[in-house]
């Protein structure tokens, strides 16, 4: 059982808040970008890329995380670091895969419904578009997705306040 003392507890909530939200931004820009937008078949594997790119940032090199946001240099506190080695220690990693194929999925099969039958011209914002739209819905679905389930199970591991 974890011993929390009650700043740790406090960025447990703001930790939830967050996580819903990433989650749902990520999701609903996913859905909004991806469902309206002209497609060609050169935008696929951008997508595709892009996705998988947010995928490996969250998973495997941005693995912690922070409730607090500083706009100077700062240095964590003893709080901060607690935190982030807890969210490192019960993220669950198989709910953010099935998160990211899931979206990625969504985001593929939405372009590949908006194909034409003619070769539409390929613009160069729309190829640089799909690669970050898919990065930044990808990579914040899979936050939410660390920050929901890192909360859980710290909850479920909880003992009580110092």
């Known amino acids: 059982m974890l011993m929390l003392n009650k700043v740790i507890k406090n960025y447990l909530k703001q930790l939830i808040i967050l996580?819903?939200?990433f989650f749902a931004m990520g999701v609903g820009l996913g859905l909004w970008v991806f469902y309206d937008t002209k497609s060609t078949?050169?935008?696929i594997p951008f997508t595709f890329i892009g996705g998988s790119f947010a995928y490996y940032i969250t998973t495997f090199i941005a693995k912690g995380g922070n409730v607090n946001v500083y706009l100077t240099p700062h240095t964590l506190t003893?709080?901060?670091?607690i935190l982030n080695k807890l969210i490192i220690d019960y993220r669950n990693t198989?709910?953010?895969?099935?998160?990211?194929?899931?979206l990625l999925s969504i985001e593929v099969v939405l372009e590949i419904f908006r194909l034409g039958n003619t070769l539409r011209e390929i613009k160069f914002d729309?190829?640089?578009?799909t690669f970050f739209m898919s990065i930044l819905s990808v990579?914040?679905?899979?936050e939410g997705a660390k920050y929901i389930s890192a909360w859980w199970n710290i909850r479920k591991n909880?003992?009580?306040v110092k």
Request: aromatic share 10%; with cysteine; charged share 15%.
């Open 126 to 129: 729309y190829l640089v578009g």
């Open 19 to 21: 996580g819903v939200i």
């Open 78 to 81: 003893e709080e901060e670091k």
């Open 94 to 102: 198989v709910l953010m895969t099935v998160t990211s194929l899931a």
């Open 139 to 142: 990579g914040m679905a899979c």
């Open 158 to 160: 909880m003992r009580g």
């Open 41 to 43: 078949y050169i935008y």
